[in-house]
């Protein structure tokens, strides 16, 4: 029997009959990873505490004919996170995107440095600007599109090439629209609107290392979150 060990990062966790139970993982090594954890839901599993969404656990595991989890020992907590309800529930949204949209047993370095990225930024900004909850999940909802190759065009219209008049946007063609173009079923979108948007799909974490800027973008949080909602939508009927 073979054993193995990588970092890895919780996506979710389920019952399985009475003392056991299932967990996902998004490890550095191997990607996505499902594994039978014996015993974790006993009073006293050593388990339990080690995996708790959002940590970076150090994971043993044997990859038999069932993939089972052996030991896990935390590295990082991100008590920060858990400290706070709204922190909290932006990383169960980030574990529940990733676990739905990423096929397992797949390494990808890219989501993993994501991942990795989000949960420091947010532990690190989250004591001094509160705000930050909501920009990471823009921020981590368009990157993660991006790296499964899903970004919108946002170049001008995604019919005719036009720069100008690009005032909607439609999630049929998945790109800008000129007024000559447009549907009824397409959304407005401003120049900010669509600014914001080429600027969360092309920038890294290091670009919002000024607070201003992040606030800046969040005078637009209501469309962008509707948008980046409606778009992952829109990708996940396409791939599921």
Request: contains cysteine; proline residues 2%; positive net charge.
């Amino acid at each position: 029997m073979e054993y193995y060990s990588t970092l890895a990062f919780v996506l979710k966790q389920e019952p399985i009959k009475e003392h056991n139970r299932r967990y996902i993982f998004f490890t550095q090594e191997f990607g996505k990873l499902s594994l039978l954890a014996l015993g974790a839901r006993k009073i006293n599993a050593k388990l339990a505490g080690h995996l708790e969404i959002p940590t970076l656990t150090q994971i043993h595991f044997t990859m038999s004919h069932n993939l089972r989890l052996i030991t896990a020992l935390e590295e990082i907590p991100y008590l920060g996170i858990k400290k706070k309800e709204k922190a909290l529930t932006i990383a169960f949204w980030i574990a529940d995107l990733v676990n739905e949209l990423v096929i397992e047993k797949q390494s990808d370095a890219d989501i993993w440095k994501l991942l990795f990225d989000t949960f420091y930024f947010l532990e690190k900004n989250l004591n001094k600007f509160p705000e930050t909850a909501d920009f990471t999940w823009i921020y981590f909802n368009a990157q993660f599109l991006k790296i499964l190759g899903f970004s919108p065009f946002l170049d001008g219209c995604i019919e005719c090439g036009s720069k100008t008049n690009n005032k909607f946007f439609s999630f049929e063609r998945k790109g800008i629209v000129c007024q000559l173009h447009h549907d009824k079923n397409d959304w407005p979108i401003n120049s900010q609107q669509r600014k914001f948007l080429i600027f969360l799909f092309n920038s890294t974490f290091g670009d919002f290392s000024q607070v201003i800027l992040v606030r800046e973008i969040l005078k637009e949080k209501k469309y962008l979150q509707k948008f980046l909602n409606k778009f992952t939508l829109v990708i996940k009927s396409d791939i599921m």
